[in-house]
């Protein structure tokens, strides 16, 4: 039986992080499918910190298929050092776009994305897929969003 996320309501990133990220680590512990998991954390993020769109994109051959998400319809392939989500690919590091359109190769998956946030997941230091949240506001993401997604996909 699935387990009931606890919302607080805050408008304090740490606070709302330090609260969902336990819940997230106990979401995912004991479950071997990483999909299923992906996909419940896509949800818990996008319902807990209310931003537009959150997905992972998943490294198959040499392009970053579309995987699990929350939000309106993305972007299907990305290749490597294409837009936010190639470029955090290609350079292994979290990328954090305070305003897309100033984002040179920005790929516009949704005209309502204004600011965004990818983090790379890895695996035997490789990246294997990205985290990418985009917000509907400018300057949603800094260094607290990246602290923490950080620490998340740790856990995956």
């Not at 929350?70 to 954090?96: F, L, N």
Request: aromatic share 8%.
């Amino acid at each position: 039986m699935a387990e009931e996320l606890t919302l607080i309501e805050s408008t304090d990133k740490h606070e709302i992080y330090q609260s969902l990220l336990p819940q997230i680590k106990s979401l995912v512990s004991g479950e071997p499918d990483q999909i299923a998991n992906l996909a419940n954390v896509a949800a818990v993020l996008k319902y807990g910190m209310d931003f537009l769109w959150v997905g992972f994109y998943l490294v198959k051959q040499d392009e970053l298929v579309l995987g699990p998400f929350q939000g309106p319809i993305a972007c299907t392939r990305i290749r490597k050092g294409k837009g936010v989500c190639g470029t955090s690919w290609e350079q292994a590091k979290t990328v954090i776009v305070p305003d897309v359109d100033a984002f040179p190769g920005h790929i516009a998956c949704s005209s309502a994305s204004r600011s965004e946030i990818v983090v790379p997941l890895f695996k035997d230091g490789e990246v294997i897929g990205i985290l990418d949240i985009d917000s509907d506001e400018l300057n949603t993401f800094d260094e607290t969003d990246q602290l923490y997604l950080e620490q998340l996909v740790e856990l995956l």
